[in-house]
């Protein structure tokens, strides 16, 4: 298996940089363009892995999809997708596969499987599932209930009122509201109990806004009316969450950061960063269009509830094993149903560092402040560990990534931005 090593910084950190788009919002703009008819550009989009298998499963379905002078141009199917038999991959891909099943259930004709790596079977899919049959959906799971690989069929799709559990994953909810215009009379999606990582709702709501579609909020959940997407020219902001790793490094090395194209008042869940730093010893400020972080101290111990901002995980443990006291990041169980159990592999390997990690049931505590160092470190072929630590990498000696290709899951040039920090 491949390896790299990380060479440690020795000096603050003082540059400023243009990061890819956001992976979140491309996901869904590609779903809206490829549901309205006519053609759709989305700008400064994320190209990676994750978009890829993304886009080349809408191109199955009768979309056209291209990827021309930095944009996807999408020519969508005004609401009916149609098949032919095919196996579509979907990688690790766990948003992209429950908002293509739900896309893929308005199917016309022909049938199509949806599938993964193993990993992404081991993802619940139920509660999608349950609310989508209940709609009228043809799902077959092929080899577990409630899992993927799932065989989808035309069915007779309609609006109506359904319930849905999102206690797992508001990814379920954001599937159903994608596909909400699409639906005979409209949907109404009634949401029980609690609902987590509820800022990436709210962007699905923007994108959907962005396309022309308004959803009514109800006192248990959402309203879609029947309608359709708009094609349009949609630019996608900055990711926050590859983001991250660059605006944690003042906290690290001391110095300063900018990020030119992330706004600090992005809707974006994991700009709960900005908020953490600042309430940390950090300088937050608005710089342009962008944000600036600068750390002219070591920074202090924090208690983060990732509720809805799970992502930022790995990245919060790396800023705890820098900042003096114990920090207790919680509040997100449903950390160890994505691509690996998050919890307990960020605890293991901060261990081989020397860092001293209690694990929790739905986080961790972490003794920061202390001395560590490097080890080879064991990804799960998770892209957030591998970045994460490559950038602790920069602050100790002898850190090393095992399998460093699977950052392209989301953020394909890190490697080539991370070399950039050397030579500012």
Not at 135 to 161: I, N, Q, T
Request: glycine share 10%.
């Amino acid at each position: 298996m491949a390896k790299k090593r990380i060479e440690p910084l020795t000096r603050p950190v003082n540059f400023s940089l243009r990061l890819p788009g956001s992976k979140s919002l491309t996901q869904r703009a590609l779903l809206c363009a490829a549901l309205a008819e006519g053609e759709s550009i989305i700008k400064n989009p994320l190209v990676s892995e994750d978009t890829k298998l993304l886009a080349r499963a809408l191109s199955i379905s009768g979309c056209e999809v291209d990827f021309k002078e930095g944009a996807f141009r999408v020519s969508g199917v005004g609401g009916g997708p149609s098949f032919s038999g095919e196996r579509i991959f979907f990688g690790n891909n766990g948003t992209g596969s429950r908002f293509f099943l739900a896309y893929a259930a308005l199917c016309r004709s022909g049938e199509a499987i949806i599938y993964g790596k193993p990993r992404l079977h081991e993802r619940p899919m139920g509660p999608l599932l349950s609310a989508l049959r209940a709609l009228g959906a043809r799902l077959e799971c092929l080899e577990r209930e409630g899992y993927l690989p799932v065989k989808v069929s035309p069915g007779d799709l309609s609006g109506g009122r359904v319930e849905l559990s999102a206690e797992k994953s508001s990814q379920f909810v954001s599937a159903l509201l994608l596909v909400g215009p699409y639906l005979s009379g409209g949907l109404e999606i009634e949401i029980p109990g609690e609902m987590v990582s509820t800022p990436y709702v709210e962007l699905t709501l923007a994108v959907m806004r962005a396309f022309g579609v308004e959803v009514e909020r109800t006192a248990r959940g959402f309203r879609v009316s029947e309608g359709s997407y708009r094609p349009r020219l949609y630019e996608v902001e900055g990711d926050a969450s590859s983001a991250s790793y660059f605006l944690i490094l003042p906290a690290l090395m001391g110095g300063t950061v900018t990020v030119e194209n992330l706004s600090v008042d992005s809707p974006q869940a994991d700009t709960l960063l900005l908020r953490i730093l600042a309430g940390i010893g950090g300088r937050v400020e608005p710089a342009g269009e962008g944000v600036r972080v600068e750390f002219s101290s070591p920074p202090r111990a924090f208690e983060a509830n990732l509720k809805e901002a799970p992502d930022l995980f790995p990245t919060l443990c790396v800023l705890a094993v820098v900042s003096k006291g114990r920090t207790r990041i919680y509040g997100a169980p449903h950390l160890r149903y994505k691509e690996c159990d998050r919890i307990a592999a960020m605890a293991t390997e901060l261990k081989k560092c020397g860092v001293r990690v209690k694990e929790l049931p739905d986080g961790i505590e972490i003794e920061g402040g202390e001395r560590f160092s490097g080890a080879e470190i064991e990804t799960y072929d998770d892209h957030r560990i591998a970045m994460a630590f490559a950038v602790l990498g920069l602050k100790v000696p002898g850190m090393v990534i095992h399998n460093p290709t699977c950052v392209s899951k989301s953020f394909p040039e890190f490697w080539d931005y991370l070399e950039k920090v050397y030579s500012y």
